[in-house]
């Protein structure tokens, strides 16, 4: 029987919080243990409850969802942060990425994807809105404030050919059997390369190399019509 993942669900607005506790009361694999109205509420209740995974708004008062982010994943490294955005695409969740989210999903989220979102998460991987992705690192991530604030990962000149093939095809949103099917290889030998991968950017997650390649130009934001 698998354990049953502690839900805390961070957000100022009490009809949102109650919103996706009543999504998550119907499944039998998780339990939602508290709900925080700002972020520095977040951060004591975190610590109280222990729970395996925050949902987290980005904009709230007292301490923000990134400012909340950065502290969690630095004082509970076991606890993974999936951030919310509007559907309009909220300018912070690229910072959120940074600070050690685990994702993001916009707010319109069906209880179903919420659902499986959390059992990635959980499960040490990130979750990114394929939707969102594009307007947001278009938007964002290459605006050049963010390119002053956050330089090139020290460890690009290191990475091999087939790192950096393995590098594109995660920023292009191919999970990994995905990728071992395009490159004909074995899902483990991608599992092997994306570690290596990661140890040489200096990059968490899939979400922070995502970002990554698009800061380097290894992959461009492909702007819509």
Not at 2 to 27: F, T, W
Not at 84 to 112: H, N, Q, W
Not at 197 to 223: M, N, P, S
Request: aromatic fraction near 4%; hydrophobic fraction near 45%.
């Amino acid at each position: 029987m698998s354990a049953i993942v502690k839900v805390l669900i961070a957000d100022d607005q009490p009809l949102v919080r109650r919103g996706l506790a009543l999504m998550l009361a119907p499944e039998p694999g998780f339990q939602v243990v508290a709900e925080a109205g700002d972020g520095a509420e977040a951060v004591r209740l975190a610590h109280a409850y222990r729970p395996n995974v925050v949902i987290m708004d980005i904009r709230m008062p007292v301490l923000d969802g990134i400012a909340a982010t950065e502290r969690l994943t630095t004082e509970l490294p076991g606890c993974r942060v999936l951030a919310l955005s509007t559907f309009d695409m909220d300018e912070y969740v690229v910072d959120a990425l940074r600070a050690g989210a685990c994702g993001f999903l916009p707010k319109d989220i069906s209880p179903e994807d919420l659902v499986a979102a959390l059992h990635v998460v959980h499960e040490g991987e990130a979750i990114l809105a394929p939707r969102l992705l594009t307007r947001l690192i278009s938007t964002h991530v290459k605006a050049p404030a963010h390119r002053s604030r956050h330089p090139v990962p020290p460890g690009t000149e290191g990475l091999t050919p087939r790192e950096r093939e393995v590098w594109r095809l995660i920023a292009g949103g191919l999970d990994n059997t995905e990728i071992a099917d395009r490159l004909g290889v074995s899902a483990s030998t991608v599992k092997n390369h994306i570690t290596g991968l990661f140890a040489k950017l200096r990059v968490r997650d899939r979400a922070q190399a995502v970002i990554a390649a698009y800061e380097t130009g290894l992959v461009t934001a492909r702007r819509e019509a």
